[in-house]
């Protein structure tokens, strides 16, 4: 047995479904029901997806083909996160957080390719 497989947490659903539905959602799942309509509509469970699934786990952010020479840059934002890929001299691709550590300033928008180094519109750093 992998020792990285957990077996899944319990969710908590009173927030999702009745005391009347919980039980047939628990039930084995061929024979279970589904949660109710407003479980995935509900911002709730999108936050807890976030949580549980999208914030513990590496994530595919962009194609390595909107990267596609030295100097390229990507910036966008994945679950409130602001994310920057680049591409150095050498060709690989790095992430980043694409903030200013000292005033959480975003650094660049969008995508393209910078010929020197990228710089805070702030302070100028870079």
Not at 1 to 19: E, K, Q, V, Y
Not at 42 to 48: E, G, K, M, T, V
Not at 50 to 57: A, S
Not at 93 to 113: D, K, L, P, Q, S
Request: net charge neutral; aromatic share 8%.
């Amino acid at each position: 047995m992998n020792a990285l497989i957990h077996p899944p947490a319990r969710l908590d659903i009173s927030h999702f479904a009745t005391p009347e539905q919980i039980p047939a959602v628990r039930r084995p799942l061929n024979q279970a029901a589904l949660l109710p309509a407003s479980f995935y509509a509900d911002p709730r469970s999108h936050a807890l997806d976030v949580e549980k699934l999208f914030m513990r786990h590496w994530l595919p952010v962009a194609r390595t083909s909107e990267l596609p020479e030295p100097g390229s840059y990507f910036a966008r934002e994945m679950f409130g996160e602001p994310i920057l890929l680049t591409r150095d001299e050498h060709g690989e691709i790095h992430a980043f957080t694409n903030v200013c550590r000292h005033r959480n300033r975003v650094i660049v928008e969008g995508h393209g390719t910078c010929k020197g180094a990228l710089t805070c519109p702030y302070h100028g750093w870079s």
